[in-house]
C-alpha cells in the first residue's frame, strides 16, 4: 500500500461544542473529501460560496483506487488551476495498442481529432490527485486570508499546516517551514496581540520547529491565560498539580466528583478549541 502522501491532523471545530438547541447553521455542507468532494468544495469557493468540507478520516486516501481519469475531468480541474499539475504528473493515453507477443493485433485512438487541449485520459494514482486537490484548498485559503488580512486566527491555521507539513514527513526543511510559520504568526499577533491560536501556534514552531522549549512554554502559558479563570484554575489543578478529582470538587466547590469530571473535560475541551490542538 502506498503511504500517506498528506494528513491534516483531526480539528475539532466550535460547532461540535455547541449546546443543545444551538445547532451550528451552514448554507453548504459537502460530506466526503474524496476528489469529487474536494473538487465540489473548491469550485464553489472559487465562486465565492462559504463551504465547510467534511470527512471522516484525517487525511487523503491511501492506495491506489482511481488511477484513469478522463480528458472531460481534466477539463473540469483545468477550471480549478489544477489539471496541467495532473497532466505534468500522470501517464498521458490517447492511442492503445494490443499485442499478440511481438505482433501488434489491434489499435485504436481514443482521441481522433487534432487540436484538442487535454488527452483521452492520464492514468495518475487517485492520492496524487487528492493531494493537488488539498493543495489548491490551500491556496485558497491563503487568497481569503490575504482579503481578510486583519483577521488573525486564519492565518494561525496556516502557520499549523507548517508544523503539520514537518510533523507528517510531507516536508524536511524545518527552518523554512518555521521561518514561513513564524511569518504567519506575528502577522496575525500583529493584527490582534491577544490571539490564542496564534500564540499557542507560535508555541507549537518553537517546540516542534524551532526545538526551543523555553519560548514554547512561555507561549503556551499566555495561550493558557486566555481562558476564563474557573477553566484555567481547573486545568492547572488537574493537568499542571495533578490534583483529584476529590481534592479539585472541594477547591471548586463542585457538588459531585461527576460534576468535577465534567468541568475538567469541558475545560480541556475549550483549551484544545482555543488552542486549535488535536485531542
Ligand atoms: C479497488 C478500487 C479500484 C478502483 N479503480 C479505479 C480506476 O482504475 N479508475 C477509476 O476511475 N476509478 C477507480 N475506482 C473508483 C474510484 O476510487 C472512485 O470512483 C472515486 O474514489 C470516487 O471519488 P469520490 O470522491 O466520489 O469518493 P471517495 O474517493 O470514496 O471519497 C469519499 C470520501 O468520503 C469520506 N466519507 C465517507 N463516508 C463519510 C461520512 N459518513 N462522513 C464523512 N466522510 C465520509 C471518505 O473517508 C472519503 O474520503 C476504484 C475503486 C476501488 C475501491
Not at 488551476?81 to 511481438?102: E, L
Not at 507539513?165 to 526543511?173: F, I, L, Y
Not at 490571539?195 to 514552531?205: N, T, Y
Not at 516542534?208 to 481547573?234: G, K, V, W
Request: net charge neutral.
Amino acid at each position: 500500500m502506498a503511504k500517506t502522501k498528506t494528513q491534516f491532523g483531526y480539528h475539532r471545530h466550535p460547532d461540535q461544542d455547541r449546546a443543545g438547541a444551538d445547532v451550528a447553521e451552514h448554507a453548504v455542507v459537502v460530506v466526503g473529501a474524496g476528489p469529487v468532494g474536494l473538487s465540489l468544495a473548491i469550485d464553489l469557493a472559487q465562486r465565492g460560496q462559504p463551504v465547510v468540507l467534511l470527512d471522516d478520516a484525517d487525511r487523503i486516501g491511501e492506495g491506489s483506487r482511481a488511477i484513469c481519469f478522463s480528458k472531460r475531468s481534466l477539463e473540469y480541474w483545468d477550471r480549478l488551476g489544477i489539471g496541467q499539475r495532473m497532466v505534468d504528473k500522470g501517464v498521458v493515453w490517447s492511442v492503445g495498442k494490443i499485442f499478440h507477443g511481438a505482433s501488434q493485433l489491434y489499435q485504436f485512438n481514443l482521441l481522433p481529432e487534432e487540436g484538442h487541449k487535454r488527452p483521452a485520459f492520464i492514468n495518475l494514482q487517485q492520492f496524487y490527485a487528492e493531494a493537488y486537490l488539498v493543495d489548491r484548498v490551500e491556496e485558497l485559503l491563503s487568497q481569503l486570508i490575504e482579503r481578510h488580512a486583519r483577521v488573525a486566527a486564519p492565518r494561525a491555521w496556516l502557520a499549523k499546516w507548517h508544523v503539520l507539513r514537518v510533523t507528517r514527513g510531507m516536508a524536511s526543511d524545518l527552518k523554512s517551514e518555521a521561518d514561513l510559520a513564524l511569518s504567519q504568526t506575528q502577522r496575525a499577533l500583529d493584527n490582534d496581540p491577544t490571539c490564542a491560536l496564534a500564540l499557542a501556534m507560535e508555541g507549537f514552531v518553537y517546540c516542534h520547529l524551532r526545538r526551543d522549549l523555553e519560548t514554547a512554554e512561555r507561549r503556551y502559558e499566555a495561550a493558557l491565560n486566555r481562558l476564563r479563570e474557573p477553566d484555567r484554575e481547573l486545568i492547572v489543578g488537574r493537568v499542571e498539580l495533578g490534583l483529584e478529582y476529590a481534592e479539585l470538587a472541594t477547591l471548586m466547590n463542585k457538588p459531585s466528583l461527576t460534576a468535577t469530571r465534567v468541568a475538567v473535560s469541558r475545560a480541556l475541551i475549550r483549551l484544545a478549541a482555543e488552542m486549535g490542538v488535536e485531542r
